[in-house]
């Protein structure tokens, strides 16, 4: 059962790898769900009566208008597709890159009562994946919050916190291609490890230098 969205106009199968709202989802601990959506035994959820995230999508291009004109910086490569280095089931779609300041740019919408600090921490895990995929050292968050409020939030590349996550979505899609149910829960701690040991299978994480 493949799970396509709509990229540049054109289908993608979201089964074929890890993105940077399934970063999330890994790093809040949210696997069995997750790999039964990787594996096709399950539909991802619609998302298209669910007013914040339509809203998102809808306000993006307005969104980056916005932000050109409030920083005066111009924005290209709108969900560009790209892969990692090393790992060709980990990829992103940026919201766009910023080439005068060598900088992607993630649009987001969100509540009046938000502040940059909830939003760089509700996030975190999207933005790290999303900077270690395509290979920059720095992103901007443009955030409405509600309709009177705007803000724009750097965020610089974690590397401690990128080789965490890594680890924890290389042994995730372990999972997913031996078709192996995973925990209901996997605490992201675990992760700050180089093995992860399930049962008595001992799962290099990261090669060794």
Known sequence: ???????????????????????????????HQLWSEKTGKSQYPD???????????????????????????KVRGNNEHFVHKDYEHLYSHPDGIIDRVNALLECKHTNAFSNAKK??????????????????????????????????????????????????????????QADKEPPEYIDFSNFNKKEWHEGRTIIPILSRS
């Open 119 to 176: 939003v760089a921490d509700k996030y975190k895990a999207q933005l790290q994946h999303n900077m270690m995929v395509c290979n920059y050292n720095k992103l901007y968050i443009s955030a409405f919050f509600g309709n009177l409020k705007y803000e724009v939030i750097e965020v610089d590349e974690d590397k401690e916190f990128q080789e965490q996550l890594l680890s924890a979505e290389l042994v995730f899609w372990h999972y997913v």
């Open 1 to 31: 059962m493949k799970n396509n969205q709509i990229i540049n106009g054109k289908e993608f199968d979201r089964n074929t790898g890890l993105g940077g709202s399934d970063a999330t989802r890994i790093y809040e601990g949210d696997w």
């Open 47 to 73: 998302l298209s009566d669910v007013l914040p995230v339509q809203m998102g999508i809808h306000t993006e291009p307005f969104n980056i208008q916005w932000f050109e004109k409030q920083s005066e910086m």
